[in-house]
């Protein structure tokens, strides 16, 4: 608070009729009172007071009281100098009474716990988000179902080696196989990929048409017998599965095809001129591209020959030879990815490690004079998984050359 000094001979009088000459709260008078001109003033003293101190006011516990003066002046008549700091005192002769606002209690109620199927489902995303690229599998385990392992953001790769090719060829490469088909004019090398746990596997409708027998190579060397499921040529798709399938297979995790764009890089896996396991890498290049391959089963017995070709046609030209007069034409994706001949069948991967097409032509430039192969030129197409995932039924009912 700050204080007032006056110089000596200027301290004014109590004021007519004060005669308390009391501060309240105080047992000791702070003034004389009374003090004549020619008495001695102590120059420390503050100034006696304007008026008459209030008295108190008793009042119920819990309020405040402003007891008023009606004047607002401090001890020297100036504004704001009084117990006020500055502020205009209440009226004269009122007493304001403030009751004080009560206080909310502290202690919290505590938020129950989700209870019964919401509590279940919420720890099954927790467990299912922990586990990963095994979150599809594990519910087909669960289940008993020999469904296909399929998601849109699963990543199959581990953490550490997420978004490189020797990550996804590692965790991808014991899904995809070698199929060696026979026939009468000979074998035939294309690739395949292990959908489910009981030894399904699609590949291309080319790769097995015509064949007296199928062959499967896996990823670790032993090879099976397979048999034909379902064929369905108008999407150059096949459903085959093995005899004695062993236990512990590799299923593949089919993604999702309509969230692919150009640019994403993709792995490419399959076994080229019979080179088991083979892996390239490079680019989505378009995608919706119409190809037209043939119908004719006798274009896969063709492949037998020792050419190792599958026509095909795309911008109204044919490439790899002709395809004949009975033929379908689908959407596919391109890629620049390194295809040749026996990686038809194959997968195209994502970054992630999830399935996203089924390599099924490629174009390979050969020497006008001779028959033979230049390899690949980054020409490249794949059935998207979404077409192949929408025919599932269909091919495991026999398919729709059935």
């Known amino acids: 608070m700050t204080e007032s000094f006056r110089r000596s ?48 006011v008793a009042v119920e516990p819990g309020t405040t009281v402003w007891p008023g003066s009606g004047s607002g002046q401090g001890g020297d008549g100036g504004q704001g100098g009084g117990a006020f700091g500055g502020y205009p005192e209440p009226a004269a002769a009122s007493t304001a009474v403030l009751t004080a606002e009560p206080v909310p209690p502290t202690h919290h109620t505590p938020k129950k716990r989700a209870k019964g199927p919401l509590a279940l489902l919420a720890a099954v995303a927790i467990v299912a988000a922990a586990i ?15 469904t296909v392992s399929s998601s849109t953001s699963t990543s199959v790769v581990p953490t550490a080696d997420k978004g490189t090719v020797a990550g996804v060829a590692k965790a991808v ?30 590949t291309n409708n080319h790769v097995i048409s015509g064949a007296s027998s199928i062959k499967v190579q896996l990823s670790n060397g032993k090879s099976y017998t397979a048999s034909v499921v379902g064929t369905d040529s108008a ?15 590799t299923v593949a995790t089919l993604g999702d095809s309509s969230g692919v764009q150009v640019g994403d890089e993709v792995v490419a896996i399959g076994s080229p001129e019979g080179l088991t396991g083979t892996v390239t890498s490079g680019i989505v290049s378009a995608l919706n591209r119409d190809v037209t391959v043939s119908t004719d089963e006798s274009q896969g017995q063709q492949q037998g020959d020792g050419s190792g070709q599958w026509p095909f046609e795309f911008g109204g030209q044919q490439f790899n030879g002709d395809t004949g007069s009975s033929t379908t034409t689908y959407k596919a994706l391109q890629t620049d990815a390194s295809l040749n001949p026996g990686n038809s069948g194959g997968a195209l991967i994502d ?30 197409f794949a059935i998207p998984i979404n077409t192949v995932k929408s025919d599932l039924a269909t091919l495991r009912a026999g398919g729709s050359d059935s």
């Open 9 to 56: 001979g200027e301290y004014e009088h109590p004021q007519q009729g004060d005669e308390s000459g009391y501060v309240q709260g105080h047992e000791q008078p702070a003034y004389p009172q009374q003090q004549h001109a020619s008495s001695p003033v102590n120059p420390e003293w503050p100034p006696p007071p304007a008026h008459r101190p209030a008295e108190p």
């Open 132 to 146: 990963g690229g095994g979150t599809a599998y594990g519910i087909q385990e669960l289940t008993g179902n020999d």
């Open 173 to 202: 490469s014991p899904s995809i196989v070698e199929i060696t088909a026979s026939s009468n004019a000979g074998e035939a090398t294309g690739s395949g990929v292990i959908i489910t746990t009981d030894g399904e596997i699609i």
């Open 235 to 249: 999407k150059d798709l096949a459903l085959i599965k093995l005899e004695d399938a062993p236990s512990g297979l």
């Open 351 to 380: 970054m992630n490690g999830n399935i996203i097409g089924i390599n099924s032509a490629m174009y390979s430039a050969a020497d006008a004079t001779s028959s033979s192969s230049a390899g690949s030129v980054g020409l490249g």
